[in-house]
């Protein structure tokens, strides 16, 4: 059987998913599927090996072999299927065991590259740690067998990192150093992992209450002191913006203001608050205001449109104005950039991909549906793509980030799109033509109102308790365990 890694300079990133697939195929599969497989450049193993597409195809769908180049190796394969059936067929656990080896192998004979004496292995991915020690252990050893000593310590010269990707595990070897230079990788089909091998790494979403007041608010944001400890609080509600201060036991108003509005009516207005240190800015449909928290509120508001986050396509002047509560292209944009989708109440910006050389991002449609976009990428000839994801979500999402796992997951707010039943969130992982679930759902007392990034690893919720009247902030992140 044969393994296929990575070199520097093939030119893949860590945690991407765009790594050479491996996986193990019996003599019954062989014969069964030698009309899809292909010779691959580049390896050393006298036999083809078939390439598992780790693109366009959903987590839950079977997946298609790759189509027919050339029918000269037919009958050498069928000729190989025959000689080998007799040998022994390796289990499972040897397919994830020889990964590792095949990783080892690259890093044993990168010769050029100072590794120094040990090396550090993290999992970040969903396998058990049972798996993981068994992968580290056969790593270790295939080193050893070729004459290459590095022990295992908390911060090695060398790292190897199990990352996880929509279809594949990735396992990656890198210099820890600051550019963090590859040497090499693996990627493992999730197929092969059995649901106990996956049953390390769980994430989970955590909500804490940070306020709770009988009239209505759009948005809340804190900051803390420089000992860590809570300072302001601002509440923007529909009718006022409120100033807290911490006092050691809670929160005390110390100021309120009123806010101004928008000459047009709005049916479902929204607003959201930033603030740092005691500086905050603040956005109502049509308006933007700048101000000072210090003593008193302070602020200087101006009649302006625009996306209030800027983590969008930058090159595309959206606009939230008023009278409406949803962004859409300024329509006094005469560019040539293009956004093929009408508007959207909110977005969720993911890292670049190195499959398809774009940005994507979670777009909430004001079709009621939900979308991947892609932006073009002039300088690889990649065009602007839009494709609608087979979901039924609502109209705010946000992505997070945790600790243990390696990039981002799309949190959505889902229910019945009504003020009168509780809503959930639940975090999903995203890519073309690809959902998938990763956390379980979390309820709330009622329906969400909004939900923002306050950064990459923390949300802010705004939910009406339908037992209490009250509406409620909530911190939202990610967690790890059960």
């Known amino acids: ?52 597409s780790s693109t366009r195809n959903p987590v839950s769908a079977k997946q298609k072999l790759s189509p027919l180049r050339s029918r000269r190796w037919i009958v050498p394969r069928l000729l190989a299927a025959f000689l080998f059936a007799g040998s022994p067929i390796a289990a499972h656990a040897d397919a994830l065991e020889d990964g590792a080896r095949a990783l080892a192998r690259k890093v044993a004979a990168d010769g050029k590259k100072d590794f120094g004496l040990s090396y550090t292995w993290e999992n970040r991915s969903s396998v058990s740690s049972s798996t993981s020690e068994r992968m580290r252990a056969a790593f270790e050893e295939e080193l050893e067998r070729l004459h290459t000593h590095l022990v295992l310590a908390a911060e090695g010269h060398l790292w190897i990192l199990m990352t996880e990707g929509p279809s594949h595990i990735n396992l990656i070897a890198q210099i820890l150093s600051q550019d963090r230079e590859l040497i090499g990788a693996v990627a493992f089909p999730k197929g092969q992992f059995t649901a106990a091998e996956r049953a390390g790494t769980v994430l989970r979403l955590d ?45 005390l108003l110390k100021d309120s203001a009123p806010l101004p509005h928008s000459k047009l009516p709005q049916r479902d207005l929204r607003g959201e608050i930033h603030l740092e240190d005691h500086f905050f800015q603040f956005h109502l449909p049509g308006i933007e205001c700048d101000g000072d928290a210090w003593q008193k509120l302070s602020f200087e508001c101006e009649e302006r449109t625009g996306i209030w986050r800027a983590d969008f396509d930058p090159r595309l002047p959206f606009s939230l104005d008023p009278g409406r509560s949803f962004f859409a292209v300024d329509p006094h944009y005469s560019g040539p950039k293009r956004f093929s989708l009408a508007g959207f109440f909110s977005a969720a910006r993911s890292p670049y991909s190195q499959e398809d050389f774009q940005y994507p991002t979670t777009v909430a449609g004001v079709d009621g549906h939900t979308y991947l976009y892609l932006d073009e990428n002039e300088k690889e000839h990649v065009p602007e793509s839009v494709e609608r994801l087979p979901v039924e979500w609502g109209s705010d999402l946000v992505s997070l980030s945790s600790n243990c796992r390696e990039g981002l997951l799309v949190v959505v707010a889902s229910g019945a799109r009504d003020h009168t039943s509780r809503d959930t969130l639940q975090g999903f992982e995203v890519a073309a033509r690809t959902v998938a679930p990763m956390t379980a759902a979390t309820e709330f007392p009622g329906p969400i109102l909004s939900l923002r990034n306050s950064s990459e690893s923390e949300a802010m919720a705004i939910a009406f308790n339908l037992t209490t009247g009250n509406y409620e902030a909530y911190r939202v992140t990610m967690a790890c365990g059960d």
Not at 45 to 52: C, F, G, H, R, Y
Not at 212 to 222: I, K, V, Y
């Open 207 to 251: 909500r804490q209450l940070l306020w709770q007041q009988p009239e209505m608010m759009f948005d809340l944001a804190r900051s803390n002191d420089p000992s860590a400890k809570p300072d302001v609080m601002l509440v923007l509600g529909r009718e006022s913006l409120s100033l807290y201060r911490w006092n050691q036991e809670n929160w």
């Open 1 to 52: 059987m044969g393994f296929i890694t990575n070199a520097p300079e093939d030119g893949f990133l860590p945690g991407t998913t765009d790594l050479p697939v491996t996986e193990i195929y019996s003599v019954v599969r062989l014969l069964r599927e030698f009309c899809a497989s292909e010779r691959l450049p580049g390896t050393h193993q006298p036999w083809s090996a078939a390439v598992i």
